[in-house]
């Protein structure tokens, strides 16, 4: 098999304007296409029109993360100077932060970034390959338990 590359990610949500718009204050994603008024409504979400995220009205609650299924979606980014404008993004959003700003992956590391939730409970991080130095949190790997 060739190298593989994820092409998009799919996310059920409950409110797909509140979804949409969370989604775009963050990430700065554009609409690329979607139906928002049938009984089954969705969203294409890219930048440069380029697919990254499709948001799907079709789910109840918050997302449970005590279940096997999916841990959280990371999204890298070109330097840390870029987390910590979207840290500024996700503040105003109101968004949970998991820890307290950028953090690195783990002790010692230079990767790193920040973890939050979207409105859903979605666990989200946006992180750096380097320039997130410094003490990691002790319970383990920033990125595997939050």
Known sequence: MAALQTGH???NVTDLARSTAFYQ?????EVIAGDQTGD????????DGELVVTL?????GEFPTDRPGLHHLAFLVDDIDTVRAAEERVRASGARLFHDGVVPHAEGASSGGIFFADPDGIRLEIYAAAGADGAAPSDGPTCGFF
């Open 9 to 11: 990610v799919g996310v």
């Open 40 to 47: 089954r409504p969705y969203v294409f979400l890219g930048i």
């Open 25 to 29: 204050q963050v990430f700065g994603f």
């Open 56 to 60: 799907w009205q079709q789910s109840a």
